[in-house]
């Protein structure tokens, strides 16, 4: 039974929930995030999102049991090693998406709505969309930016329009990345090889993602650097101007979100160095966790983000 649990919990590929994180934005951004009520229905969010995303991993694998099976690493995934049967994967996956729906019953009607999109979408990539070039990365990079707009249908918050722009080039970057280490990855295997592993990545380049790559992470920083200088100011409220030297006041009503734009560059070029030197990237949340320097940056970058808006604020 330990063995099943297990193997069960491997399918479901819970390091991936980390993705679902971003669903909080909304609420972080708009200063809501120690509304308990706010909360407690992104949190709901959260797991309905948790539960889906499994449930497609889950048809995902069932799909490509066969082109996993001849994969470096994803022969290892317990459908493709017979670990776990695919009877027994269909009816995990029916009881998670079921779980989810309950879920996002629970924090509104237009959340479930947004979930259905999510699921179908991600259900098509599945069986044929992950087979078109470039489609495929777009797709990737639709379900990250769903996860966003996510906390705003279950808040009713609203983010910067400049943040969402960040949040489109990133996920794009992040999609590239994932496509570049696959073809690293497997770029000794004969192109037939590669093309039964994963049709579209026949038919990239990695010039191609090379420049990809470079476009969205510029991008990245531009939309953010904006995001930070164009969003309400936010600094220290001082209200005893009289006995401070002239210049303090103004100074400390900079803008300073702009200082976490110095964790969001760092956190791009370590994240580049990952694709590029280290071969890595073909799971995000993988180099997220293995990465120490680049984790401890997220951290920052986080709580920079909380002080500031929090307190700093006023």
């Known amino acids: ?65 066969e082109k996993d099976k001849i994969h470096p690493f994803k022969r290892f995934r317990p459908l493709a090693h017979g670990d776990l049967s695919v009877a027994y994967g269909t009816v995990l996956a029916v009881i998670l998406f079921i779980a989810s729906l309950f879920l996002a019953h629970l924090v509104s009607s237009g959340f479930v709505i947004l979930l259905l999109i999510y699921f179908f979408m991600q259900l098509s990539y599945s069986i044929f969309l992950k087979n078109l070039a470039v489609t495929d990365i777009l797709l990737l990079a639709t379900g990250y930016i769903l996860r966003v707009y996510a906390g705003e249908v279950a808040t009713g918050y609203h983010i910067s329009v400049w943040l969402i722009l960040t949040t489109v080039a990133l996920s794009l970057f992040l999609a590239v990345g994932k496509r570049k280490s696959e073809l690293t990855l497997i770029s000794q295997m004969p ?58 006041p103004s100074y400390f009503e900079r803008k300073w979100l702009m200082i976490t734009i110095v964790p969001v560059v760092y956190g791009l070029m370590r994240y580049l160095q990952d694709i590029y030197e280290k071969h890595e990237g073909e799971s995000p949340e993988k180099v997220l966790l293995s990465d120490t320097p680049l984790l401890v940056t997220v951290v920052v970058w986080a709580l920079l983000v909380i002080g500031i808006i929090y307190y700093l604020g006023g």
């Not at 809501?32 to 309905?48: E, H, M, N, R, Y």
């Open 191 to 248: 192109t037939a090889q590669i093309a039964t592993i994963r049709k579209t990545l026949s038919h990239y380049s990695e010039s191609l993602l090379n420049v990809y790559a470079s476009i969205f992470a510029t991008s990245t920083f531009i939309f953010y650097s904006f995001f930070t200088f164009l969003e309400n100011p936010h600094g220290l409220r001082i209200g005893f101007s009289l006995l401070l030297p002239d210049f303090l």
């Open 1 to 65: 039974m330990r063995r099943i649990f297990v193997k069960s919990l491997k399918l479901m590929r819970p390091k991936q929930w980390i993705k679902n994180f971003a669903i909080f934005a909304a609420i972080i951004f708009s200063g809501q995030l120690f509304d308990p009520t706010l909360f407690s229905k992104v949190g709901l969010a959260f797991f309905a999102f948790c539960a889906t995303s499994s449930a497609i991993y889950i048809v995902n694998d069932i799909f490509d049991i």
